[in-house]
């Protein structure tokens, strides 16, 4: 191989690397604007019926979002296969005060299955907060 070809290929994996990322976050950033946004509804659209554990990450989500309003933002760690890790930050304020109740902070790891948010984990991050 001629040190040319393997710069091309260097750089075409560097751009298919940054192409996955970028589509990762395409499809993980609309969760993060829906809890921002107390849109339960659309934050668990993107969660297909048959996500593992979909039913208490339902009832978590719907609890959070009846009880505090959030901010979310999420960075991309790493991905490997049809996995990505997340770093997920929210800071949750209560509906009724607007005190800061919480700041979370956690990987969120979710699997992919045809381009689509497949499962979801721990589900735990998104339970209600705890009022103190």
């Not at 490997?80 to 890790?85: C, E, F, I, L």
């Amino acid at each position: 191989m001629t040190r040319r070809a393997f710069v091309l290929m260097a750089i075409a994996g560097r751009l298919a690397y940054s192409d996955e990322r970028t589509e990762i976050l395409d499809i993980v950033s609309p969760l993060a604007s829906a809890l921002s946004n107390g849109d339960a509804d659309e934050f668990l659209r993107r969660i297909p019926d048959d996500a593992p554990n979909r039913a208490q990450l339902v009832n978590h989500v719907r609890a959070l979002l009846a009880q505090a309003e959030m901010t979310c933002s999420i960075e991309l760690r790493s991905v490997q296969g049809s996995r990505a890790d997340l770093d997920w930050l929210m800071h949750i304020r209560s509906r009724a005060t607007g005190s800061i109740l919480e700041r979370r902070r956690q990987t969120v790891i979710i699997r992919l299955r045809n381009r689509q948010i497949f499962a979801i984990e721990p589900v735990d991050f998104f339970r209600p907060a705890t009022v103190r």
